[in-house]
């Protein structure tokens, strides 16, 4: 099982929401760190590690929560278009839409 498989849909194909969940959550997670080096370089602070503890998980659970949240709307939507061209019989191609 490949990395880039948890970036794949339904279809298989590699989706967009996915990928930018997956840059996001890539960026807070590098730059938590940076900030956190640069406040304590620059303005000569000690590290605090029950503010670190308590507001760095917080803040990955928000990006994979709005992540979670676009793909399972996203899913919802391509599910319900599915069922209604089940149910009318004609795909959107044949319609001409």
């Not at 929401?17 to 997670?29: E, L, Q, W």
């Not at 676009?70 to 009318?88: H, L, Y």
Request: glycine share 14%; aromatic share 8%.
């Amino acid at each position: 099982m490949s990395w880039t498989n948890a970036l794949r849909g339904a279809g298989g194909q590699i989706e967009l929401n996915r990928v930018v969940g997956f840059i996001g959550g890539m960026a807070y997670i590098a730059g938590a760190h940076v900030f956190i080096a640069w406040d304590m370089l620059a303005h000569q602070r000690e590290f605090d590690l029950a503010g670190y503890c308590t507001l760095f998980p917080a803040g990955l659970a928000i990006v994979a929560g709005g992540t979670a949240v676009a793909v399972a709307v996203k899913d919802r939507n391509v599910a319900t278009a599915r069922s209604i061209d089940k149910a009318s019989g004609a795909t959107m191609a044949e319609q001409g839409v």
